[in-house]
């Protein structure tokens, strides 16, 4: 359990430092117009919010340092 949440931390950390330093995008779909079977579709880069960022580092931040302090014998 205790290398799962030290790993899981890790990759959480990563993740977060990557949206918030790298600005990743993702591809919506939208459908503008539809006459009948025809239909116009328009695709957009959104970006993925800094929220999803700092989120990732806190809660990787948790786990990993979780993950430490439970292998510490008393």
Do not use: C, N
């Not at 009948?36 to 960022?53: A, L, N, R």
Request: no cysteine; net charge positive; glycine share 14%.
């Amino acid at each position: 359990m205790r290398f799962a949440s030290m790993l899981l931390g890790i990759l959480l950390l990563v993740a977060g430092i990557y949206v918030l330093a790298g600005h990743p995008t993702y591809k919506t779909t939208e459908t503008a117009a539809k006459f009948g079977t025809f239909s116009i579709q328009t695709t957009h880069d959104k970006p993925v919010p800094s929220w999803i960022g700092i989120a990732g580092v806190v809660v990787g931040g948790v786990l990993l340092i979780g993950g430490l302090a439970s292998g510490r014998k008393r």
